[in-house]
């Protein structure tokens, strides 16, 4: 086999998981980093952020916020147009949390 069509390596453990849990975020929905460390019961905001950094294209990466809501500085405004094509809560400063945050279990 051609090298260049080998298969990637595989996502470490941890990283693997945040992903296929933010996989799972329904449209209209977000999770804080602290969120899905949480749910996870494993890592914390930090970690997941490293995560998401390095792993988050490959997902719906603007479904992972900050606690307060503000979207990602690089990709603010990718972010706003994703979340107001999925009709997410937003206020002038970013997503409203109170109404757009997922429990991790019941559907949208």
Avoid: K
């Avoid at 992903?19 to 970690?47: C, F, K, M, N, W």
């Amino acid at each position: 086999m051609h090298p260049d069509l080998a298969d990637p390596a595989p996502l470490p453990a941890f990283a693997g998981r945040v992903i296929d849990l933010v996989d799972t975020i329904p449209s209209g929905r977000v999770l804080s980093y602290g969120d899905v460390a949480e749910l996870l019961e494993y890592g914390g905001p930090r970690q997941v952020g490293q995560v998401m950094s390095r792993y988050g294209s490959s997902t719906n990466w603007w479904r992972v916020v900050r606690a307060d809501g503000r979207l990602p500085e690089c990709h603010q405004g990718e972010a706003r147009v994703l979340h107001l094509a999925e009709g997410t809560p937003l206020t002038s400063r970013g997503v409203d949390m109170r109404r757009a945050r997922w429990d991790g279990v019941s559907p949208s």
